[in-house]
T-cell receptor
């Protein structure tokens, strides 16, 4: 079982809708959680990071973390066609802040 | 700003050949990584180096070796390439350092490796 799981895609939403991306992780010692976006043929780039339980908002993006449930999510409001990409959840492993592993990714398509 | 630079960008190898992927970062980062990406598998950690002089295994280290040559450079070597190692390889780095967590990981542009 992979240590970081994401909801299977592809996920399709109409333009202007809310896209919801989910991630679960197995290591209870994890402290750092990240969402990366990757366009086809490109390298991943950071969207948001979150370390404390609750919500963190940045523009149209909201990350939610629940350590008790070992769950982290990303909401994209007012989805745009330019948001069409693969979204990767990443988590540090236990007490090793430097060891960061990724989930399999969820492909999102925003339909105009 | 060069950021993370990896070479070569494309390579075709025959089964059993060896090669080294080179990576360098100019951001004075402590931690460096090698990931591989296969369709539907996301990024899988091969090896990482938390600081100059240290290396540790990731999720899929078999068939690979690494060298942290200095603070800037982190190379990945395939001693005897196999078709299963056909993948896109990403080098990455982050500020890291003792007690630091949650820093952004910056990626190189990727190296497309095909083993035939």
């Amino acid at each position: 079982q992979k240590e970081v799981e994401q909801n299977s895609g592809p996920l399709s939403v109409p333009e202007g809708a809310i896209a919801s991306l989910n991630c679960t992780y197995s290591d209870r010692g994890s402290q750092s959680f990240f969402w990366y976006r990757q366009y086809s043929g490109k390298s991943p780039e950071l969207i948001m990071s979150i370390y404390s339980n609750g919500d963190k908002e940045d523009g149209r993006f909201t990350a939610q973390l629940n350590k008790a449930s070992q769950y982290v999510s990303l909401l994209i409001r007012d989805s745009q066609p330019s948001d069409s990409a693969t979204y990767l959840c990443a988590v540090n492993v236990g007490t090793s802040y430097d060891k960061v592993i990724f989930g399999p990714g969820t492909s999102l398509s925003v339909i105009p | 700003n060069a950021g993370v630079t990896q070479t070569p960008k494309f390579q075709v190898l025959k089964t059993g050949q060896s090669m080294t992927l080179q990576c360098a970062q100019d951001m004075n980062h402590n931690s460096m990584y090698w990931y591989r990406q296969d369709p539907g598998m996301g990024l899988r950690l091969i090896y990482y180096s938390a600081s100059e002089g240290t290396t540790d295994k990731g999720e899929v280290p078999n068939g690979y070796n690494v060298s942290r040559l200095n603070k800037r450079e982190f190379s990945l070597r395939l001693e005897s390439a196999a078709p299963s190692q056909t993948s896109v390889y990403f080098c990455a780095s982050t500020e890291g350092g003792s007690g630091r967590y949650g820093n952004t990981i910056y990626f190189g542009e990727g190296s497309w490796l095909t083993v035939v």
